[in-house]
């Protein structure tokens, strides 16, 4: 199994419109061979007192798929490609965590 944490920042007065593409990408990519999971989280402050905040322009997305290949497939499937530009100009920055179970 992969794990895949995305940490995605955009600009914060595009944010529900992005949100609103991601939605609409969801269900495409959970039709997808070999996810698991695959959903868009934002923050939710708590009196937790370690937990840190991402931030007003960020955007997490939880993955988990069956394998590395699927994981890839993914990353080239048609409507990821139609996501990315629909996308492009709300985007600021990704980073990207790839993660196996230990």
Known sequence: MIHVVATLRIDPARR???????????????????????????????PIGAQSLAGDDAVVVIEKWESLAALEAHLVAPHMEAYRERVADMLRDVSLLVLRPA
């Open 16 to 46: 529900e419109e992005f949100l609103q593409a991601f939605a609409d990408l969801t269900p495409l990519v959970h039709a997808e061979r070999g996810c698991l999971e695959y959903g868009a989280a934002i923050d939710e402050p708590t």
